[in-house]
């Protein structure tokens, strides 16, 4: 292992697909950020609100950035079966094991720049917003709060992403699927039925990130609920990549 997780470390880094990812939920985050942190003196005024709370919905908006650390989990997978390099890795790892479980822990550690990023961005981003009308963010507790679920998030999306690949395998159903359970099918059910919804995967991290709503799950559950999918998702990915064929 001690030889392969550098290895693994350096192909996380091949291409630009890390770069991609990270310029496009850098992207659509700072995007949502703006929108929160933009009309201050409007939305004091005729809204009502505080600097607290525009400074936390402006942070809070970097969320998005957890999605795009799955894609690179899932993608940092599927992509060795798309190029046909699958098998050679698995014979320099030794084992089928020692390459999951190297694949999974160099995930979680890009899910962790992910967070890092996203958190550094997302101060950034509001100071700026806010500076331009005149005003300066209101940096409370629940602010901290929220970064730290973020960057939590992150974390825990990147050994996400990289089991549903384990369990895909097809980089374009891989990406589709967690993009179908994070912007659609995992909301959608949170509306339909609430009290599903909040057991599922996206829905909980929200509680993580300390979303607001009062139908979501305390963050202690949360972390358990998540746990949960994690296990499954691993329990899953593993029986399948140790008995399917490689190719």
Request: proline content about 3%.
């Amino acid at each position: 292992m001690r030889d392969l997780l550098p290895a693994e470390w350096m192909k996380a880094w091949a291409g630009r697909t890390w770069l991609i990812l990270a310029a496009s939920g850098s992207f659509m985050s700072l995007l949502a950020s703006l929108g929160y942190a933009s009309d201050t003196d409007k939305k004091i005024t005729e809204q009502h609100m505080d600097l607290a709370t525009i400074t936390n919905d402006s942070v809070r908006a970097w969320m998005m950035s957890l999605l795009f650390a799955s894609l690179f989990g899932a993608i940092f997978v599927v992509r060795e079966y798309t190029a046909g390099t699958i098998g050679r890795s698995v014979l320099l790892s030794g084992t089928r094991t020692r390459l999951f479980a190297a694949k999974a822990l160099v995930g979680t550690a890009m899910g962790a720049l992910s967070g890092l990023l996203a958190v550094a961005l997302a101060f950034a981003a509001t100071y700026g917003a806010l500076a331009s009308s005149g005003h300066s963010p209101e940096i409370t507790r629940e602010t901290w709060l929220i970064a730290a679920g973020i960057f939590a998030c992150n974390v825990l999306a990147g050994p996400w992403g990289v089991l549903v690949g384990w369990i895909i395998r097809h980089q374009v159903g891989a990406v589709m699927t967690l993009l179908a359970l994070t912007l659609i099918v995992d909301p959608a059910l949170q509306r339909l039925v609430p009290d599903v919804g909040k057991f599922l995967m996206t829905i909980a991290m929200s509680s993580v990130y300390r979303d607001g709503k009062p139908e979501l799950l305390s963050e202690p559950i949360a972390f358990l609920v998540i746990a949960g999918w994690l296990a499954a998702a691993w329990f899953g990915a593993r029986k399948l990549f140790l008995t399917r064929d490689i190719t």
